[in-house]
């Protein structure tokens, strides 16, 4: 998945973002209110995390503008704001949840986990079809009871997949949500990440799981066991 973090203090950025690395998103950095605004309102995100206290443009004036235009993308508010009616202006506000600084990282990965089933309307963490399993907690891919090692791209480009099962996904649209602004523009790599995946998952599964739809994209259809 690809989130945005909209945060000045540096080092709080570096933290967080190598916390959501090892969770295999992509991660896009803004330092201030306005850079932050820009990149929430022309990229697609999954999930953005917003600090209160920013320069040029204040978190709760970002986040209102965010709604305003119409993007439903979650919003977890990270701040050292801990007080009551910080958090009901946040919430009331458009925030889908509030976390309060210092906080514990296995805190913020399991409310960014619970965010992204939440948007992608799984109640559970397991992605499933046919023999293939994904665990979005831990990681897991799964053909039956065979573990299959994945590297950090070819799992997240698999989970993209399975999160919209059923959808004809573009290179394009699997790249916004897989690669950080940087790579984002280089949609053939996409090419070579699904020939692997296939290497490693449908060498050991029954089924043809990752179909290509010619000049279009690829789809993960639901496939009964
Ligand atoms: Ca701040």
Redesign the pocket.
Same mark, same amino acid.
């Given at each position: 998945m690809r989130i945005l973090i909209i @945060? !000045? @203090?540096p080092d709080?950025a570096a933290f967080v973002k190598k916390a959501l690395l090892e969770e295999n998103h992509a991660i896009d950095i803004a330092h201030d209110g306005v850079k932050g605004e820009d990149l929430a309102l022309s990229e697609a995100y999954d999930l953005i995390i917003l !600090? %209160?206290? %920013?320069p040029q443009k204040n978190g709760l004036a970002v986040l209102k503008t965010i709604r305003k235009e119409g993007i439903q993308t979650p919003i977890l508010i990270l701040?050292?704001k801990g007080n009551v009616p910080d958090r009901v202006a946040g919430l009331d506000a458009g925030a889908d949840d509030y976390l309060v600084k210092p906080f514990a990282v296995a805190e913020l990965r399991a409310r960014v986990r619970s965010l992204l089933r939440r948007q992608s309307g799984d109640k559970i963490s397991l992605l499933k079809t046919g023999d293939l399993t994904l665990n979005t907690v831990n990681h897991e891919v799964r053909i039956k009871e065979e573990l299959i090692e994945l590297t950090s791209r070819e799992y997240s480009i698999l989970e993209c997949l399975l999160r919209n099962k059923n959808r004809l996904l573009s290179k394009g649209l699997i790249a916004e949500h897989v690669w950080d602004f940087h790579f984002s523009s280089d949609y053939n790599l996409i090419e070579v990440y699904i020939r692997r995946l296939r290497k490693k998952i449908e060498s050991k599964s029954q089924q043809k799981i990752i179909h290509t739809i010619r000049n279009s994209g690829y789809i993960i259809r639901d496939i009964e066991e």
């Open positions: @945060e !000045d @203090e709080v !600090d %209160l206290m %920013l701040t050292a």
